[in-house]
């Protein structure tokens, strides 16, 4: 698996195939929202999505982004992996 970010969106390629992106338009210099998360249907149901997210959230630490959550797969997938939340507003965290 290939994980690219190009112009707010981070894709998922495999041997040159898209599998997946994840969009996180900009609200400004340093907040955005992770908005969708979607996975090719051949390639559903093998945590593709759950990589995509933890991506995200590494790509989002490492610029020192803070996140609002629109996406329901990303809120799930951040209430199961609570240190995913660091990159939350801190009005936005639930731990």
């Known amino acids: 698996m290939n994980f690219v970010v190009d112009h ?7 041997n040159g195939t898209w599998v997946g992106e994840l969009s996180f338009p ?12 979607f996975v090719a249907p051949a390639y559903q149901g093998q945590g593709i999505g759950s990589l995509l997210v933890a991506q995200f959230v590494a790509y989002a ?3 020192h982004l803070v996140v609002k959550l629109m996406c329901p797969f990303a809120k799930q997938e951040f209430d199961r992996h609570l240190a995913y939340q660091e990159v939350l507003p801190e009005s936005d965290r639930w731990r």
Do not use: M, N, P, Y
């Open 8 to 14: 707010h969106r981070l894709t998922v390629t495999d």
């Open 26 to 37: 900009a609200l400004s210099d340093q907040k955005v929202v992770l908005e969708r998360t």
């Open 61 to 63: 630490k490492q610029h």
